[in-house]
T-cell receptor, first 109, second 114 residues
Framework: GQNIDQPTEMTATEGAIVQINCTYQTSGFNGLFWYQQHAGEAPTFLSYNVLDGLEEKGRFSSFLSRSKGYSYLLLKELQMKDSASYLCASVDSNYQLIWGAGTKLIIKP | DAGITQSPRYKITETGRQVTLMCHQTWSHSYMFWYRQDLGHGLRLIYYSAAADITDKGEVPDGYVVSRSKTENFPLTLESATRSQTSVYFC?????????????FGAGSRLTVL
């Protein structure tokens, strides 16, 4: 079956760095997305990886290892506004998105 | 306003009633999607549409009906609502960004079935 695993909840301190991991098992692979979702709001696009390696976008970076079925989202210089859920989604062979349940990130001052 | 809008934002209904959730986009994107989001689950695809008059089932289509007579509108109908359909429903459209088909979501419709 198809499966996306990510931690349910993580806590980090303002100004610190946090890494949110995601492992995936899907029928085929055509890329991996990360979305951010603040409580009560819609998910918004953060990053897309289709090749192995690290993609950096300001304070956020996303890493992919296709051989390991593994990705992570790295958030640097954490701010209170980064408190949100982070959703990992893999694109399968039919170009359908398979979503993880999300990681709720709590930032403490 | 440009973007993707959903209505109503909040709806309370009773078991057995018909409910329609509306979705309207102003970008003329070909692909549109309906997802439901429940605690402990990832987003689950209900239906999607590749173009006007073309719709297809997703992972959890039972109990739902969609139509797409115009590119900009993609309504979702619950023909006879059940308590298990209490959820937050997100409509989305797809835009190509740097080679990736990125979903842009509406604000969501929170449905409670009593």
């Amino acid at each position: 079956g198809q499966n996306i695993d990510q931690p349910t909840e993580m806590t980090a301190t303002e100004g610190a760095i946090v890494q949110i991991n995601c492992t995936y098992q899907t029928s085929g692979f055509n890329g991996l997305f990360w979305y951010q979702q603040h409580a009560g709001e819609a998910p918004t696009f953060l990053s897309y990886n289709v090749l192995d390696g690290l993609e950096e976008k300001g304070r956020f970076s996303s890493f992919l290892s296709r051989s390991k079925g593994y990705s992570y989202l790295l958030l640097k210089e954490l701010q209170m506004k980064d408190s949100a859920s982070y959703l990992c989604a893999s694109v399968d062979s039919n170009y359908q998105l398979i979503w993880g349940a999300g990681t709720k990130l709590i930032i403490k001052p | 306003d440009a973007g993707i809008t959903q209505s109503p934002r909040y709806k309370i209904t009773e078991t057995g009633r018909q409910v329609t959730l509306m979705c309207h986009q102003t970008w003329s994107h070909s692909y549109m999607f309906w997802y439901r989001q429940d605690l402990g689950h990832g987003l689950r695809l209900i239906y999607y549409s590749a173009a006007a008059d073309i719709t297809d089932k997703g992972e959890v289509p039972d109990g739902y009906v969609v139509s797409r007579s115009k590119t900009e509108n993609f309504p979702l109908t619950l023909e006879s609502a059940t308590r298990s359909q209490t959820s937050v429903y997100f409509c989305a459209s797809s835009l190509k960004v740097d080679g990736a088909n990125v979903l842009t979501f509406g604000a969501g419709s929170r449905l409670t079935v009593l």
